[in-house]
């Protein structure tokens, strides 16, 4: 249940990427990768927001939208996938922005090149040491009976399970609903494993803050109030001891690029248009 290609297919070593760029090309790139079960379309309306001035990219991670289903969806290769991608767009002084399972794409790709010069963590805590994975995530962590469940699960069932992801003032448009749905249906039932089992464990060795500080750069973390899976607190004393400045949004949930975009694309201009 994919969408109709809104951008365009570019190869790399592990398959197909689908991105859609915005913005005039002469501007400072900003790359927006979405979370697990997400798509392009995440960040829509940051796009339409920052697009008058930066050069925006969005892509489909591996195994998710567009994109090939590759053989390993896990956050390692799809930090490699980035680097990739990024040297097939030419892409230079990158800023890279993630939501959630995102971030470990982003960041795992400054530490791995050059070309990306400032990060954006967006909704995500540095491991998953807090976090309390809901009961059905038992069932997806098991390939067979996760592929099951995966494939039946149901439009209400979809809807129960993302609204804790959620502030609990924040009602999402039904057309939102609709494309998480789409995007539900379009990942690979792999990427289900690749957060709650491989993710778990690859954050347990290198946290997102440890790896803040083996490459040092601009990093602003962007976390919401009521996230689900994340103590802001906690998260903003972490990311502060690593270098990062870190702004919690007071009335913003887990999906702080669905809930605030225009927050979201405000401090990421501003962060952007900064010096070194």
């Keep these: 249940m994919a969408d109709a290609l809104i951008g365009r297919m570019v190869r790399v070593a592990a398959g197909n990427v689908h991105v859609r760029e915005d913005g005039p090309v002469s501007g400072r790139p900003v790359v927006l990768v979405h979370g697990m079960l997400g798509s392009i379309h995440w960040y829509d309306a940051v796009a339409a927001a920052l697009s008058d001035t930066f050069r925006v990219v969005r892509l489909d991670l591996l195994g998710h939208g567009r994109s090939d289903r590759a053989r390993r969806v896990d956050g390692r290769a799809q930090a490699r996938m980035l680097v990739a991608l990024l040297e097939a767009l030419d892409l230079e002084d990158a800023v890279v922005v993630g939501h959630s399972f ?6 795992g790709a400054a530490a791995l090149s050059p070309r990306v010069t400032a990060v954006v963590i967006v909704g995500q805590g540095p491991d998953h040491s807090e976090v309390k994975m809901p009961p059905v995530t038992l069932v997806l962590r098991t390939p067979v009976l996760g592929a099951l469940a995966h494939r039946l699960t149901p439009a209400w069932v979809q809807r129960l399970v993302l609204r804790p992801m959620f502030a609990p003032t924040y009602r999402p448009t039904s057309e939102f609903m609709a494309q998480a749905f ?9 990427g289900h494993r690749a957060v709650i089992v491989d993710r778990t464990r690859q954050l347990g060795e290198r946290p997102l803050d440890a790896q803040l500080r083996e490459r040092p750069l601009p990093t602003l973390a962007v976390l919401g109030r009521h996230d689900c899976f994340y103590n802001a607190d906690n998260a903003r004393r972490r990311y502060e001891a690593a270098g ?19 927050e979201l694309a405000a401090l990421i201009r501003e962060f952007a248009a900064q010096p070194e």
């Design 102 to 107: 995102g971030n470990d794409a982003t960041v």
């Design 244 to 262: 990062a400045r870190v702004v919690v949004l007071e009335d913003s949930g887990h999906n702080v690029n669905v809930e605030k975009p225009l």
């Design 182 to 190: 789409r995007d539900h249906k379009a990942m690979a039932a792999a």
